[in-house]
């Protein structure tokens, strides 16, 4: 599983909703493990929709993203995780805690 956290200096927080990112952190997820984790710089919301490498995330983890983009990410099959911390690691933990509960509730 790929999950990719919104966020400004270099990958150090997650980006105010208000401000514009600087890239996204790219967490490579399996059995619940951190395999990896690479930036990618540099991407605003409309080219992280065309990108070829959002085709491979499957969520995304913002502060805030307008309406329409948070719709269209979902249309395209990609969980979406609003949160109120500005750590990647914190909200990249919780995110990871919910969907193990839910799957175990499955």
């Not at 966020?7 to 490579?28: E, M, S």
């Not at 540099?42 to 993203?65: F, P, Y």
Request: hydrophobic share 40%.
């Amino acid at each position: 599983m790929k999950i990719a956290i919104q966020t400004t200096d270099g990958g150090k927080k997650i980006a105010n909703p208000f401000v514009r990112a600087g890239g996204f952190l790219v967490y490579d997820v399996d059995e619940w493990e951190i395999k990896n984790c690479h930036y990618c710089p540099e991407k605003t919301l409309d080219q992280l929709i065309e990108s070829k490498e959002a085709v491979e995330w499957d969520a995304i983890i913002s502060r805030g993203l307008p309406k329409d983009v948070k719709n269209q990410l979902e249309r395209m099959g990609k969980e979406v995780m609003i949160t109120f911390t500005d750590s990647p690691s914190n909200a990249l933990r919780a995110y990871l805690s919910n969907k193990m509960q839910s799957e175990m509730i499955l």
